[in-house]
């Protein structure tokens, strides 16, 4: 089996791949933060494997992408600890010998090049990343390849939490999106302004980008919140949520 180990800003999921049918089997996460981190490892990550009855000697590669350099050494001792291994950390060096090429190698997230790797190897023409997590990003590649450029705005989660924690009426609600635009109350006000307005933010983007490139893109979207909005219903060619985790697992056996 292959462990990827996926570091975000909110948290930190462990999947494996399963080579010999071909699939993602399991998949769980932790939170980000570090003294709460350390803690989870050693508790949940040995029990989780005792419940789902694997053996961390099963694990023959791991691969691990990281948004949080601060944790790094963190997650590396634990493998090595649990499963006696040190895990393939994605770096700026490791896109050399990738079929997706970044201008800016050192300034492009390891998250990002996991997905558009996944995205430009399995559609191999040009595509467009929607991956919605902490931050909301379009990364573009274009037909060779190459990485065009990036777009980054707060995520959803993050701008509910903004609107909670700058003002002082406001409460942080659930990401649902209403059957109205038109808010009747406060928590429906925010839900449909925040959702709704995000889906135009997307469509508008999506529309921009096509605009200014003159490509016609495959548009695949990814992350944990991806499908919140079922009004974007349409303007995904593919919703697939283990997007980075496969690129992951690429990224890391181009490097082997």
Known sequence: MFLAIDAGNSNVVFALFDSKSGKWTNQF???????????QLSKKVPLYFLEHDIHSSQIEKIGFS??????????????????????YLIQPESFSVLPVKALRPNEIGSDLMCNVMAAYSRFSGPVIVVDFGT???FTVVGS?????GVNIVPGLQTAIKALFM???????????????????????????GVLY??????????????KETGL?????????LSS?????????????????????RLITEANS
Request: proline share 4%.
């Open 29 to 39: 996460r932790l939170e980000t933060k570090a003294p709460k981190l350390i803690s």
């Open 66 to 87: 990281s948004v949080v350099p601060e944790i790094n050494g963190i997650i590396e001792q634990f493998c090595e600890s649990f499963f006696g291994q040190t895990p």
């Open 135 to 137: 931050a909301l990003t």
């Open 144 to 148: 060779t390849g190459e990485i065009m």
């Open 197 to 210: 307005g995000y889906t135009g933010l997307v469509k508008g983007m999506l529309d921009a980008i096509r």
């Open 216 to 224: 016609s893109f495959t548009v695949v979207a990814t992350g944990g």
């Open 166 to 192: 700058n003002t002082s009426k406001l409460p942080e609600v659930e990401l649902k999106l209403p059957e109205s635009v038109l808010g009747k109350n406060t928590i429906h006000a925010i839900q449909a």
């Open 228 to 248: 919140i909005l079922t009004s974007l219903e349409g303007a995904f060619d593919e919703v697939d949520r283990n997007l980075t985790l496969e690129g992951l």
